[in-house]
């Protein structure tokens, strides 16, 4: 096997293929890279079971062959090369790479070794989605999936098509997130995808321009899903079971619901938490009339500060976790948000001013003596 190829282009194929090396197998060559050549294509393949990513750059000066690098290391030495044109050749298990003055030399494993990719069957179904909103969606909610791996579903998010609607949902027991927008579609699907899997996907469309508002393609059967990005090709098992029937969690109606500035809200409950006490990072809201008092106590001390708000409704005192408040504020972009409430051991909404783009669920934590 041998090809040339810029060093730039060969590294960020790379690191996108790394993203699924496994860390922690018994088998050597999940810890690998698996490179084909094929005409003047080099294709880069890495699995770990669950995740499999393929991808393709071009190459010159190409002999067909294949061989699995040692991921680590490879890329060590393909990232520290000279940016420049980079000459690989093998013989053997010996994978030789030049670059200018540059020489190193590699020792690799087997090809026939390496996993094979599996292909959705012949029953597959297409599903085709913009990439930004894609994206867009995935940072909106797989923050919120459960990372206690003995959960199930719910460390995935749920990708939902409804009659011109696209919804994703994760849930971890504290907190709810779901996202919402409007495609031309008329089919209806419903799939769990693990949501570490979903973050690593993400990635790839951000580092793969993410100005580019061309498409993305995924191809379903009954237990895994191609995704399909630009020339990188992300194979996953779906995750089996029943997803949390979370329409029924919604409340559908609050007793108070106030308007706030989500800048403002988001300073003032980072340096309220500074204060907060406990695993729980414990913070107390207080709304009356049309101020929101954000309080906090340790045994190192206290803090407190208004903002001002627009309510309707009631007024209420209510605790809440600030690490789970600040994950949802951090992914929404709208100048203003509207929060409702019911009682202080009700979950509270946070949702746009208009519309359903976003709704998130959190759960109060209980206050004494604040």
């Known amino acids: 096997m041998k090809f040339t190829c810029e060093q730039v282009i060969l590294t960020k194929a790379l690191n996108t293929v790394s993203k699924a090396v496994s860390s922690r197998t018994t088998i050597p060559t999940l810890k690998g890279i698996l ?3 094929k005409e003047n294509n080099l294709i880069l393949t890495a699995s770990d079971m669950d995740l499999t990513i393929e991808t393709s750059i071009p190459v010159e000066n190409t002999e067909n062959g294949s061989i699995v690098v040692p991921a680590k290391l490879f890329n060590e030495v393909i990232r ?13 298990l010996n994978i030789n790479i ?30 085709i989605l913009n990439r930004n909103i894609f994206s867009n969606m995935i940072k909106k909610t797989s923050f919120a999936a459960s990372i206690d791996q003995t959960k199930g579903a719910i460390t995935g998010v749920l990708i939902e098509l409804i009659k011109e609607e696209l919804k994703m949902v994760a849930i971890d027991g504290f907190r709810m997130a779901v996202a919402t927008e409007n495609i031309n579609n008329s089919k209806e ?39 399909y990005i630009d020339n990188t090709k992300i194979s996953t ?36 938490s500074i204060l907060s006490e406990g695993k729980n990072n414990l913070i107390k809201m207080s709304i009356k009339d049309n101020v929101l008092t954000i309080t906090s106590r340790s045994e190192e001390g206290g ?25 949802i504020m951090r992914v929404i972009e709208d100048e203003e948000i509207k929060m409702q409430f019911n009682t202080s051991l009700s979950p509270c909404m946070i949702k746009p001013l208009d519309g359903n783009s976003y709704e998130y669920l959190i759960l109060p934590v209980r206050i004494s003596n604040m």
Do not use: Q, W
């Not at 520290?80 to 013989?91: E, L, V």
């Open 35 to 37: 490179l084909e050549v």
């Open 80 to 92: 520290k090369m000279p940016h420049d044109y980079i000459n690989i050749t093998t013989d053997g």
């Open 98 to 127: 030049n670059c200018l003055t540059s020489n190193s030399s590699i020792i690799g494993s087997d090809a026939d070794e390496f996993p094979v990719i599996k292909t959705p069957e012949d029953d597959k179904e297409e599903i």
């Open 189 to 227: 699907e419903s799939i769990i995808i693990s949501a570490r899997i979903m973050d690593e996907i993400n990635k790839i469309i951000t580092e793969n321009d993410r100005n580019n508002e061309s498409e993305i393609k995924i191809l379903l059967d009954k237990k895994n899903a191609n995704i």
């Open 237 to 272: 098992r779906l995750i089996a079971g029943d997803f949390v029937k979370y329409r029924e969690i919604i409340p559908k109606e609050f007793k108070t619901e106030i308007n706030v500035n989500k800048k403002y809200l988001t300073e003032a409950i980072e340096r309220v």
């Open 303 to 327: 803090a407190m500060e208004d903002v001002l708000i627009h309510k309707d409704g009631d007024d209420i005192d209510i605790g809440f976790n600030s690490r789970f408040l600040l994950n």
